[in-house]
């Protein structure tokens, strides 16, 4: 999980390795030994009630939710 907060900005910048993802389906963790970014051809963003495999998201709260994306890039 990556979170970032700034009390100077609404707008903030959020770096996600891809080493830092994790490949799963249906919140269970896949084995794979690493993510082939070669191969990648989505990304979507989600807000779940379920961490992985099967573990509750801690920071889960029910109801609206809104989030602003400007750009989305890579480095």
Known sequence: PHTSSS????????????????????AQTLDYNALDSSKL??????LSKFAY???????FKA????LLVESVGTY
């Open 7 to 26: 009390k100077y900005s609404p707008w903030q910048v959020i770096n996600l390795p891809f080493s830092s993802f994790k490949p799963t389906r249906f």
């Open 53 to 59: 495999d099967g573990d509750l998201n801690p920071n």
């Open 41 to 46: 051809w989505a990304l979507q963003l989600v």
């Open 63 to 66: 109801g609206p939710m809104r």
